[in-house]
């Protein structure tokens, strides 16, 4: 009788400890997933910030009039207002990329807290 009690004991104490085990590995691959999501974002911002950059040069760098795409036209527009817009979107760029950084940094510390926990027990 006592040591029916005992393997009883035993296997909810296992059946326990699994689904802990089992919650954490959910957790983990949810946090893998938001990671690989920011990761693309970030990707996007940046390449986005390049182009910005480039641009930016280029009418720094030009003699010649600028011109803006606006839906299927193309107008003139003064190079200071250009420039202007194009700084501003630069900083705009420059924040969400920290951001997501920032997100990335905490979600990485997580998900590395999360594995040792799970290779300790």
């Known amino acids: 009788?006592?040591?029916?009690?005992?393997?009883?004991?035993?296997?909810?104490?296992?059946?326990?400890?699994?689904?802990?085990?089992?919650?954490?590995?959910?957790?983990?691959?949810?946090?893998?997933?938001?990671?690989?999501?920011?990761?693309?974002?970030?990707?996007?911002?940046q390449m986005e910030l390049t182009e910005t950059q480039s641009a930016l040069r280029e009418i720094e760098n030009s003699d010649e009039d600028a011109y803006k795409l606006i839906g299927q036209l193309m107008v003139k527009v003064q190079k200071s207002k250009i420039t202007e817009e194009l700084s501003e979107k630069e900083k705009f760029l420059n924040l969400k990329i920290k951001a997501l950084e920032k997100q990335e940094k905490t979600f990485s510390e997580k998900l590395e807290q999360l594995r040792k926990q799970i290779l300790n027990k």
């Open 1 to 45: 009788m006592f040591i029916k009690i005992k393997k009883f004991i035993f296997k909810k104490r296992n059946l326990k400890m699994s689904d802990d085990k089992n919650k954490k590995i959910q957790e983990i691959q949810i946090l893998e997933q938001t990671l690989q999501n920011i990761f693309f974002q970030k990707q996007a911002f």
